[in-house]
C-alpha cells in the first residue's frame, strides 16, 4: 500500500506570504496526485489533480507540481480563506485504491 | 451544477448495518465514478470504494468483507451499506463524484454524521 507522508504538520502564516506545502508518496505515483482543501464544518473541495491542473473555479494562486515521489502545493499570495487543512491524495488503478497523507494545516501566524 | 446530498440514519448500534444513501441531483448517475469517503471526528479521510455507471464496484481492502455499494438509476441514487459495525466505524461519511473516467473527486456530499453506539 502507498503511504503518502504531507509535512510540515502545522504551518503558521500571514496573509500575503506564499505557503507551500509537501508531499511525500512511499513509492512512486508518477502524476497521480491531488489535492483537497477543507475548512472546519465542511467537506473538502478538489483543488488539483494530476499533479498540476487547477480544479474548476480554483484560482491562479494555487498550483501544484511534483512527480514521482516528491510533490508540493504552492500558494502564491495567502488569502485570508486560504487557512484550513490541505489533504494531498493519490489514486492507483490497481489494485484500486485511493488514499489520502494525514492533512498539513495552514494556521493564521 | 450537480450536487450530492446523503440521508440515513445518525446512529447504529454496534454489529448492525449502515446504510445511507446519495441523492444526486443537477446530472444524471448514469455516467461517472460514485464513490464514498469516511473521516473519523477529528481524524483524516479513507476512501471506502465506488460503483461506476455500469455497476462494477471497487472497494477499501481494509473494508472490502463489509460494503455492499449499489445505484439506482431511476431514483439518481446510490448507496452504501457497512455491516457488523463497531466504534471504530463512527464517522461522517461523505458521497463524492469523480471528475470524468479518471476518478479525481471532485463534487462531495456535505457529508453525514454516523455515530455507532448502543
Known amino acids: 500500500e502507498i503511504v503518502l507522508t504531507q509535512s510540515p504538520a502545522t504551518l503558521s502564516l500571514s496573509p500575503g506570504e506564499r505557503a507551500t506545502l509537501s508531499c511525500r508518496a512511499s513509492q512512486s505515483i508518477s502524476k497521480y496526485l491531488a489535492w483537497h482543501q477543507q475548512k472546519p464544518g465542511q467537506a473538502p473541495r478538489l483543488l488539483i489533480y494530476d499533479a498540476s491542473h487547477r480544479a474548476t473555479g480554483i484560482p491562479a494562486r494555487f498550483s501544484g507540481s511534483g512527480s514521482g515521489t516528491d510533490f508540493t502545493l504552492t500558494i502564491s499570495s495567502l488569502e485570508p480563506e486560504d487557512f484550513a487543512v490541505y489533504y494531498c491524495?493519490?489514486?492507483?488503478?490497481?489494485?484500486?485504491?485511493?488514499?489520502f497523507g494525514q492533512g498539513t494545516r495552514l494556521e493564521i501566524k | 451544477q450537480v450536487q450530492l446530498q446523503e440521508s440515513g440514519p445518525g446512529l447504529v448500534k454496534p454489529s448492525e448495518t449502515l446504510s445511507l444513501t446519495c441523492s444526486v441531483s443537477?446530472?444524471?448517475?448514469?455516467?461517472?465514478?460514485w464513490n464514498w469517503i469516511r473521516q473519523p471526528p477529528g481524524k483524516g479521510l479513507e476512501w471506502i470504494g465506488y460503483i461506476s455507471n455500469s455497476g462494477s464496484t471497487n472497494y477499501n481492502s481494509s473494508l472490502q468483507s463489509r460494503v455492499t455499494m449499489s445505484v439506482d438509476t431511476s431514483k439518481n441514487q446510490f448507496s452504501l451499506k457497512v455491516n457488523s459495525v463497531t466504534a471504530a466505524d463512527t464517522a461522517v461519511y461523505y458521497c463524492?463524484?469523480?471528475?470524468?473516467?479518471?476518478?479525481?473527486?471532485?463534487?462531495w456530499g456535505q457529508g453525514i454524521l454516523v455515530t455507532v453506539s448502543s
Open positions: 443537477g446530472g444524471s448517475i448514469s455516467t461517472y465514478y
Open positions: 491524495q493519490q489514486r492507483s488503478d490497481w489494485p484500486p485504491l485511493y488514499t
Open positions: 463524492v463524484r469523480g471528475r470524468d473516467t479518471s476518478n479525481w473527486l471532485e463534487y
